[in-house]
């Protein structure tokens, strides 16, 4: 730092503002000491400021698993979020339980962490390492961490309302998991506007967020005239299984889906689907955590990210 301050004719500490990227230097001398800095190869050295600092600048991330599709947008989207506030970012998984998770962070001394959606089940009853801030993606509020979550309730809502206004008589459900808070919230959504149309709701059928656990439902569900899907891969499984027992989609069966996955334009048919915004999710995740570390005002109860109905041929 010393040489990048003699190279550019400023001071020490006028360096330190320009790494830190402080608003209190002027364009013409911030250009001098990146040029500087470009020219002599200088890079912060993390360790020594996380020694005169007390962070780390690396958060944590803690899942469950990568095999659907909204935890590995959130993966990539959390670390690009986390990158443009100046944070690394650390993968750990919870197959060992997110107490294990959580004590291999606290070894790394990360400053926080964010914990996505399966993985949030276990944040009530597991100790965390004092000090440990957490935000935790997918979980009721609760007194110990922030909560940041799409609108499930919201979307699920639109989606059966969507289907009610196409003349079904009730609309069915492919739930996911019991114990997930998403699929909790989505299964409530869906109740809720039957009950309030004075439609009868029948018995949820269960998945496991998978497309194969949605062509299992097949058969339970080929009698239907409407089905909400709590996520796209499982409506991919349902369509296959639905075509394999001669149902059209939609003259026979309307199916919708959520999450908006990449590839559910592509379905046959296009997928009617509620969107989830992964950035903008990932974005207020990393804030709230952000702030949690650097002492700002934290959010005092839930952050909820607005969802998106999106027809498409599959319920027309």
Same mark, same amino acid.
């Given at each position: 730092m010393a040489q990048v301050a003699a190279r550019a004719g400023v001071s020490g500490q006028t360096v330190s503002r320009v790494v830190n990227d402080s608003?209190?230097?002027?364009?013409?001398?911030?250009?001098?000491?990146?040029?500087?800095?470009?020219? /002599?190869?200088?890079?912060?050295?993390?360790?020594?400021? #996380?020694?005169r600092t007390g962070r780390s600048q690396t958060i944590g991330l803690v899942v469950t698993?990568?095999?659907?599709?909204?935890? @590995?947008?959130? /993966?990539?989207?959390?670390?690009?979020? +986390?990158? *443009?506030?100046?944070?690394?970012?650390?993968? !750990?998984?919870? @197959?060992?339980?997110? +107490? #294990?998770?959580?004590? @291999?962070? #606290? *070894?790394? *001394?990360?400053?926080?962490?964010?914990v996505l959606n399966e993985a949030s089940a276990q944040v009530a009853t597991t100790q965390r390492p004092r000090g440990l801030r957490l935000v935790v993606v997918d979980a009721q509020t609760d007194?110990?961490?922030?909560?940041?979550? @799409?609108?499930?309730?919201?979307?699920?809502?639109?989606a059966t309302a969507h289907l009610i206004s196409l003349g079904h008589s009730t609309v069915h459900h492919l739930a996911g998991p019991v114990d997930s808070f998403a699929a909790a919230e989505r299964e409530r959504g869906w109740r809720e506007t039957l009950v309030a149309a004075g439609l009868a709701a029948p018995v949820p059928i269960r998945g496991d967020w998978s497309a194969e656990s949605g062509y299992a439902a097949g058969e339970a569900l080929a009698a239907a005239s409407a089905v909400f899907c709590a996520n796209d891969q499982m409506a991919l499984g349902l369509l296959r299984a639905l075509a394999e027992r001669g149902r059209r989609v939609p003259e026979d069966v309307a199916v919708i889906g959520f999450d908006d996955v990449p590839d559910a334009a592509n379905y046959r048919p296009p997928l009617t689907t509620i969107r989830q915004d992964f950035t903008a999710l990932a974005h207020r995740a990393v804030d709230a955590l952000v702030a949690e570390i650097e002492g700002a005002d934290?959010?005092?109860?839930?952050?909820?990210?607005?969802?998106?109905? !999106?027809?498409?041929a599959s319920t027309r």
């Open positions: 608003p209190r230097v002027d364009p013409d001398t911030r250009t001098r000491v990146e040029k500087a800095m470009d020219e /002599l190869g200088y890079r912060p050295h993390r360790a020594a400021r #996380a020694l698993t990568l095999a659907t599709v909204g935890n @590995s947008r959130m /993966l990539q989207a959390t670390a690009e979020a +986390a990158a *443009e506030r100046g944070y690394a970012l650390t993968l !750990v998984t919870a @197959s060992n339980g997110v +107490a #294990a998770a959580f004590q @291999s962070l #606290a *070894e790394q *001394e990360v400053d926080g962490a964010i007194a110990g961490f922030v909560a940041v979550h @799409s609108d499930h309730a919201g979307g699920a809502a639109s934290a959010a005092s109860g839930p952050v909820v990210v607005p969802t998106l109905l !999106v027809e498409r």
